[in-house]
């Protein structure tokens, strides 16, 4: 009988390639448990006929010190305050 050192490192090699696929594998399957997103359920309807509608007071917003305008004077505007909170800087309310 004669000790043949190839076919042994062969199948060693084979071996520790499985391994590595089946290890790989399962912490593929580990990773897996990211939460999966349902959607919203349905909206219930709500009945607003008898609830008053506010009207938006079209207007231009001016900061005259910086030189800066805003309005909501066009359709589809929507803002119904703004003030100046520091230089250059504006909080809106839609």
Known sequence: MTFDSRNKTGK???????????????AALAQDNTPVFKGQPPVKPV???TK??????????????????FSN????????EIEQTDAGKYTITI
Do not use: M
């Open 52 to 69: 008053p509608i506010e009207r938006q007071k079209r207007q231009v917003f001016s900061f005259e010190s910086d030189g800066v305008y």
């Open 73 to 80: 004077d066009f359709d589809g505007a929507r803002l119904n």
């Open 47 to 49: 009945d607003t006929t």
């Open 12 to 26: 060693l090699r084979k071996l520790c390639v499985f391994a590595l696929l089946v290890a790989f594998h399962i």
